[in-house]
């Protein structure tokens, strides 16, 4: 298994630009999550979801979209990127039986300038 | 507004000094407090504790729960410089919005 896996590792942005995070998991886990993570501020939850089809907010949607249209794949996108959008960005995954225990992906680096 | 907070911040000790990390919480719904250990990538699945009381244990790592007084704390006993890491605590709300709450994280160095 790949666990979870992530792309791209690294981005840069300008301003107002959109892209898509991608992140997709192959343990057949119903839940997964987008998380960021800022310096002294620890891990903060954007969207996640149940399973498919279904999505919800977390502590910091605003200026990002979710979808899951399939239990593998959960993309994060950023509809117009900003500075204050810097981070580092996780996905996560864990079985819906638990919620618990999540399975990191490796993380990706954006930076918006 | 639910919170988790982790202390210290930031902890410097010598190879073979055991430490003790701290996590209070806040949090409706409680349904666990999970710890995990980042080092320079994702962070990694230590431990869930979901009872008061009962000591969880890995090898030289150990945690307990109290849920009278809402906190947890993790032991490293002979700790090792591959044990300098950060430290997540976080707390999963249940009921019908299943949230991990995190905490910022402690910084533990260990020198040789």
């Known amino acids: 298994n790949a666990g979870v896996t992530q792309t791209p590792k690294f981005q840069v942005l300008k301003t107002g630009q959109s892209m898509t995070l991608q992140c997709a998991q192959d343990?057949?886990?119903?839940?997964m999550s987008w998380y960021r993570q800022d310096p002294g501020m620890g891990l903060r939850l954007i969207h996640y979801?149940?399973?498919?089809?279904?999505?919800d907010q977390g502590e910091v949607p605003n200026g990002y979209n979710v979808s899951r249209s399939t239990t593998e794949d959960f993309p994060l996108r950023l509809l117009s990127a900003a500075p204050s959008q810097t981070s580092v960005y996780f996905c996560?995954?864990?079985?819906?039986?638990?919620?618990?225990?999540?399975?990191f992906g490796p993380g990706t680096r954006l930076l918006v300038l | 507004e639910d919170k988790v907070v982790q202390s210290p911040l930031s902890l410097v000790v010598h190879e073979g000094d055991t430490v003790t990390l701290n996590c209070s919480y806040e949090v409706t719904n409680f349904r666990s407090l999970l710890w995990y250990k980042q080092e320079k990538k994702a962070p990694t699945f230590l431990f869930m504790l979901?009872?008061s009381g009962i000591e969880k244990k890995s090898g030289r790592l150990s945690s307990i729960l109290d849920k009278k007084e809402l906190f947890s704390i993790l032991n490293i006993t002979a700790t090792q410089t591959g044990d300098s890491a950060v430290y997540l605590c976080a707390v999963m709300r249940g009921g019908s919005n299943y949230q991990l709450i995190w905490g910022a994280g402690t910084k533990l160095i260990i020198k040789p």
């Open positions: 979801s149940v399973g498919a089809g279904i999505t």
């Open positions: 343990m057949n886990h119903e839940y």
């Open positions: 996560a995954s864990s079985p819906w039986s638990g919620g618990e225990t999540q399975y």
């Open positions: 979901t009872s």
